[in-house]
């Protein structure tokens, strides 16, 4: 449907006023008024672009989950590259997307145990983005195992442990930062660091056990 530049500005600027909003308060804490004021519309006008609080949300959770396909998805999925640095791309991208929008994941886990009856649209959400992941991943993963070039892996649990290790550090970072020493004034620095490292963790934990 087309819509006229000034209406989809209007609409852009009430969902990056919302995203803000629902990062940082939680859906239960936000306000459409607050939404409205930050976004510079009248609350009537966010209620006509957008009923109701929850399809706002829903809107920007399905805009987060399409981003999330499309980074992670590109580079497991690009044709010709061995499947080693396809898994460096897809690891690279997912920690880059967290890194972009990251109050998500605390968001995430907050709204699935403060509202459990949402957990089911984002499961499904992002099952929509993990099946035909997991199916094309594991082909290629037992195909390198069949020509010897690593043990054999289960690709669900090579995913969790990519996404364990680069949520992490967003999720936990209040905690981390006691810890860091001279990184805690350096936190670009310290985000890079854990980039290349837990590239650097799969890639060992691909390789292939030595016989003895």
């Known amino acids: 449907m087309f819509m006229p530049e000034h209406a989809h500005n209007k609409e852009h600027a009430i969902?990056?006023?919302a995203e803000h909003e629902f990062l940082t308060k939680g859906f239960d804490g936000a306000r459409t008024t607050s939404i409205a004021r930050a976004a510079g519309v009248t609350h009537a006008m966010l209620h006509y672009y957008f009923r109701t609080k929850e399809k706002i949300f829903e809107r920007i959770l399905d805009e987060k989950m399409?981003?999330?396909g499309e980074s992670v998805l590109t580079a497991f999925g690009t044709p010709g590259l061995p499947l080693s640095e396809r898994l460096r791309q897809g690891i690279e991208n997912h920690f880059d997307?967290?890194?972009a929008n990251a109050d998500l994941p605390r968001f995430v886990v907050n709204e699935v145990f403060s509202r459990p009856e949402r957990y089911e649209a984002m499961r499904q959400r992002i099952r929509r983005i993990m099946e035909p992941l997991l199916a094309g991943l594991q082909h290629d993963l037992d195909e390198a195992a069949a020509r010897g070039e690593m043990d054999s892996v289960d690709a669900l649990?090579?995913?969790l442990d990519i996404i364990?290790?680069?949520v992490f550090p967003f999720?936990?970072?209040p905690v981390l930062e006691p810890l860091l020493g001279d990184l805690a004034g350096d936190k670009a620095r310290f985000l890079a660091?854990?980039?290349a490292e837990n590239v650097e963790i799969i890639r060992k934990r691909l390789q292939k056990t030595p016989q003895r």
Do not use: T
């Open 15 to 17: 969902l990056d006023a």
């Open 157 to 159: 649990m090579l995913l």
């Open 66 to 68: 399409r981003l999330m």
């Open 171 to 173: 999720l936990a970072y």
């Open 97 to 99: 997307l967290i890194a």
């Open 193 to 195: 660091l854990r980039r």
């Open 164 to 166: 364990s290790l680069n």
